[in-house]
């Protein structure tokens, strides 16, 4: 079997692993990406579309944000519309930042690019990937195996970053018993449809309405993106274009209804909508990063975002152990990254509770959900609250 050596073995070509890979190249260390699928599977997936600033100067310093500050649009606020009535949450004016709008796509392709351009290996369409030792026992090295292309390959790396999502291969190998999940899946799924047509709205608009939660969101001046709440029991080929039209202007205040311009679907999927983490993020070495280690419900846009702060302290922390022979950053960085991530986790859960239908809830849920929103849309302390988890919490 043939041997690869590298100093980062990297499990996942999303976000988190294209990011790290181009991080550590900039600082002159090594690593291997092994991914499941082929390039143009990762590519094609749609998914998020705020940065918060961080994730912008975090890409800028992996010197891949050419694209992202031409093409990218700066919002400095968004829309809440509650009983018929929109509302302004002025980021700008609230917290002095703002977020910008570029599809995960198109990271993800800004990435790749890069990646290519270093010449380091990314092995696609790797078969089988199997962590055979990680625990660093007596200093022992990660060991690990993949078949690419019908071959079978060993891989011997000083650590592996765990940036192969929620359903990948790096959490589930870690013993029961050295991990504790927390996990909470709501009762309803987000229906999403890609077109290419002008948004609706100038800015994001969240809708909280009796038939339940709607986003108008957007890619940019020309192509979409709209969100129903939709039950669990739904099927994505029950929902024809038209039908999620009709739903969509049902849930929007009348005069948005009548200005939203619909075409045909690029892409629809239904997303179910959950809250997880896994404690701690760090097993021998193994570091779990992005949606490994957490799923936040996409309400406050920080999925993307909290995958980028994790990628942030781990290529922190690898730069300084291999530049500096420090530890300090590897053995904080499970500590580090679970302060962000229980915020952005209680962030996501709140404006979830806040916007969405809960028909299933008690009564009482409800009206205190109506004088939360009511607080809200009319205290701008609550306001800047909002705004300042909304841009992103401090690094
Ligand atoms: C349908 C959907 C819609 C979303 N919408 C939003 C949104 O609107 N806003 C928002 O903020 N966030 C959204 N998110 C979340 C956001 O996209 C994620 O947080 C982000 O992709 C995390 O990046 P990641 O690199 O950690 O994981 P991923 O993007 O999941 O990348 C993991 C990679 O690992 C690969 N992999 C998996 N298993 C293996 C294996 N065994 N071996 C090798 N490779 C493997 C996968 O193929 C994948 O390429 C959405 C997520 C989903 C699933």
């Not at 302060?339 to 996501?348: G, H, L, N, T």
């Not at 004088?371 to 988890?389: I, T």
């Amino acid at each position: 079997m043939k041997t690869h050596r590298t100093q980062v073995l990297i499990v996942g070509a999303g976000p988190a692993g294209l990011l790290l890979g181009q991080l550590l190249h900039r600082a002159g260390i090594d690593s291997l990406i092994v991914e499941r699928s082929s390039g143009e599977h990762v590519l094609a997936r749609i998914r998020a579309g705020v940065l918060e600033a961080g994730t912008v100067a975090l890409l800028d310093e992996a010197g891949v944000s050419a694209r992202l500050h031409a093409q990218g649009q700066p919002h400095h606020g968004f829309e809440m519309a509650v009983a018929g009535v929109r509302h302004r949450i002025d980021l700008q004016a609230l917290v002095g930042r703002s977020v910008t709008v570029y599809g995960q796509t198109e990271v993800t392709r800004d990435l790749m690019e890069a990646r290519l351009q270093t010449g380091r290996p990314t092995w696609f369409e790797a078969a089988q990937v199997r962590l055979d030792d990680f625990s660093g026992s007596s200093g022992a090295q990660v060991r690990a195996s993949c078949v690419v292309q019908g071959e079978a390959r060993e891989i011997v790396a000083d650590f592996v970053a765990g940036c192969d999502g929620y359903h990948g291969v790096c959490r589930a190998s870690v013993p029961p018993q050295a991990i504790h999940t927390y996990e909470k899946v709501y009762p309803f799924g987000w229906l999403g449809l890609l077109s290419n047509t002008p948004p609706v709205a100038p800015e994001l608009l969240y809708t909280r309405h009796e038939r339940g939660f709607s986003l108008c969101s957007m890619r940019s001046p020309t192509r979409s993106r709209y969100y129903l709440q939709v039950a669990l029991t739904e099927k994505v080929e029950d929902w024809s274009d038209q039908r999620f039209w009709d739903e969509l202007r049902s849930r929007l205040d009348p005069e948005t209804a009548s200005s939203l311009i619909t075409g045909a679907s690029l892409e629809k999927s239904i997303a179910p909508l959950r809250s997880f983490v896994a404690e701690p993020m760090r097993f021998g070495r193994l570091f779990l990063a992005g949606d490994a280690a957490h799923i936040v419900p996409p309400t406050g846009a920080k999925g993307l975002n909290l995958a980028a702060s994790d990628v942030r302290y781990l290529s922190q922390a690898f730069i300084e152990h291999f530049q500096e022979g420090s530890h300090a950053g590897l053995d904080h960085y499970s500590s580090r990254c679970l302060a962000r991530v229980w915020k952005a986790e209680r962030f996501s859960w709140w404006m979830t509770s806040l916007m969405h239908n809960f028909d299933q809830e008690p009564e009482i849920q409800r009206k205190l959900q109506q004088a939360e929103l009511d607080y809200l849309l009319s205290s701008e302390a609550a306001q800047r609250v909002l705004a300042e988890n909304y841009v992103g919490l401090p690094f």
